[in-house]
T-cell receptor, first 111, second 114 residues
Framework: GNSVTQMEGPVTLSEEAFLTINCTYT??????LFWYVQYPGEGLQLLLK?????DKGSNKGFEATYRKETTSFHLEKGSVQVSDSAVYFC??????????FGQGTRLTINP | KAGVTQTPRYLIKTRGQQVTLSCSPI?????VSWYQQTPGQGLQFLFE???????NKGNFPGRFSGRQFSNSRSEMNVSTLELGDSALYLC?????????????FGPGTRLTVL
């Protein structure tokens, strides 16, 4: 079946540092790919998405590119802020309203 | 437009009891999905309803069930609660526009089983 693997956390960075959170997927076809963010005590918010190979999703300074060759969808941000501290989930979906999530990466940004 | 709402936000039950959680999707959305989030298993898909019909089901025992009403509101029920059912239960709705399976999540119901 489909699966998503993302880098283990927690990740701790200083403000203005460069962020990369790795995500790879396995699927029989070409799923849609998503990054969700979860702030403490809240549900999930969609951060960005890509629906086909070479698509780049972007939002709030975050970017991720759908790489079919490496089956990856790594999340990047050039300069993180304290307010970016949260748990980040990579997810895939293939035709149905069923998301398969990675295990989540807790990100802490220190001032 | 109001977001996805879930009630109650917090719930405490004891083993053996049953519980019903409610989810109201975004107005106009007809698909509702449920997920369980635990520290050990992460986020796992429970089931999805569309137009009052269950279309997809995850790998959970029959104690977990759900339904959807004609106004798209959904409920999930867990019977004979076990300690391991303690989790955050998230509901998500989708507008099912062509080629778009983006899901919008509610804040969740945190269930504690004692």
């Amino acid at each position: 079946g489909n699966s998503v693997t993302q880098m283990e956390g927690p990740v701790t960075l200083s403000e203005e540092a460069f962020l990369t959170i790795n995500c790879t997927y396995t699927a029989t076809g070409y799923p849609s790919l998503f990054w969700y963010v979860q702030y403490p005590g809240e549900g999930l918010q969609l951060l960005l998405k890509a629906t086909k190979a070479d698509d780049k999703g972007s939002n709030k300074g975050f970017e991720a590119t759908y790489r079919k060759e490496t089956t990856s969808f790594h999340l990047e941000k050039g300069s993180v802020q304290v307010s970016d501290s949260a748990v980040y989930f990579c997810a895939s979906s293939q035709g149905a309203q069923k998301l398969v999530f990675g295990q989540g990466t807790r990100l802490t940004i220190n001032p | 437009k109001a977001g996805v709402t879930q009630t109650p936000r917090y719930l405490i039950k004891t083993r053996g009891q049953q519980v019903t959680l409610s989810c109201s999707p975004i107005s106009g959305h007809r698909s509702v999905s449920w997920y369980q989030q635990t520290p050990g298993q992460g986020l796992q898909f429970l089931f999805e309803y569309f137009s009052e019909t269950q279309r997809n089901k995850g790998n959970f025992p029959g104690r977990f069930s759900g339904r959807q009403f004609s106004n798209s509101r959904s409920e999930m029920n867990v019977s004979t609660l076990e300690l391991g059912d303690s989790a955050l239960y998230l509901c998500a709705s989708s507008g099912m526009t062509s080629g778009n399976n983006e899901q919008f999540f509610g804040p969740g119901t945190r269930l504690t089983v004692l």
